[in-house]
């Protein structure tokens, strides 16, 4: 069995953290993904659309087992606790939040609900990971300090591992451009950000996984090769039995092929879509009103076109009502290699013992 030091620290079986996946619900898969003997997290963006997507909240909500009418502090207070009595004993989990200024009041809301109901020890125990994401660590150090959790961060550059560090974060996650929907600016990919990331960040006292384009055995083997502690996976949890996402997403995953993905804007900077007829047209339209998302500038989100903004939100309820047509979903690189929808426990099992082979391997394949 494969023990780093990031299954040493978070307290599990296997160096893999199943992704937040926001706006979207994923209380269902982060509580598979834990039972699993992996880190499970949940999603805490989806009270967000409560007035621009009612279809996401609605999902948001029933997967919480919380209530429309709820406030937003309840519907994760009632998230967590749904995940904390259906994890098994022993196992852990935690939340990814968003971070950025202009989900600040969102994060807030996280925040309070994560103080309350760790106030219970049992809880506290097992829920007592946080990773915060698209945005600044460093405005967030004080809250982590006082609850005493384990802090990890996702990034796509050498700029924002510098603040992380500067910050008190654990575990830097870097995010290579292959990832699924929320995804960089600049396109450095993996093969080149996780590696300079381990060389300039890694120490006694701070960890680094990687995330983007992770999705089996072969994947994990190398980004433990490249010096990672772990790894996160987004798309390969999404296409599994218990998760959340509704069956025509699922269905589009497994249908992508060669080059079956995407880059055109997002709910936060671009985002990699799966190619669909609506998210070409996206695409399209993207490149005309939104440059930046193309060249590497961020655009100012104010002067965005609400046609762009529209449309994503359009293109992803069909997909929830399954509207092939008009379908928009987002999904990592990965996608193309992806061709089945196992069971959460089968999968990590199946990954972590062939990256085991893996590794074991090398030393009598090739002459040391």
Known sequence: MIKTRLTELVGIKYPIIQAGMGPFPVTSLCIAASNAGCLGLCSTFGTTSRKSNPVVFEDFCK???????????????????RIYNETNEGTVFGANVMV???????????????KEVRKDPAVAERFKVLVTTAGDPVPWAGFVKEQGMIWMHVFPGVRTAARCKKAGVQVLIASGHEG??????????????????VEKFSD??????????YCDAKSLAAAL?????????????????????????????LDCGDGGTLIARGFVGPARWLRTPAAQKHAYNTAKDAPGSYVGVPDDFTKIPMDLLIAERTGVAATYNGDAENAMAGAGECAQRITDLPSCGDMVKRIAEEAEEIICGLKSKYIC
Request: proline share 2%.
């Open 225 to 253: 090769a490249m010096g990672a502690d772990g790894v996160q996976m987004g798309t390969r949890f999404l296409a599994t039995e218990e998760s959340d996402f509704c069956d025509l997403w699922k269905k589009l995953v």
């Open 63 to 81: 997967q919480a087992h919380a209530e429309l009418s709820d406030d937003d502090v309840t519907i994760f207070k009632k998230m967590f606790m």
């Open 100 to 114: 950025s200024a202009e989900v600040r009041e969102n994060a807030m809301n996280v925040m309070a609900a994560i």
């Open 204 to 213: 006694e006292n701070t960890l680094v996984c990687g995330t983007g384009g």
């Open 180 to 197: 699924g929907f929320h995804t960089a600016w600049q396109p450095v990919h993996s093969m080149t950000l996780l590696p300079d990331i």
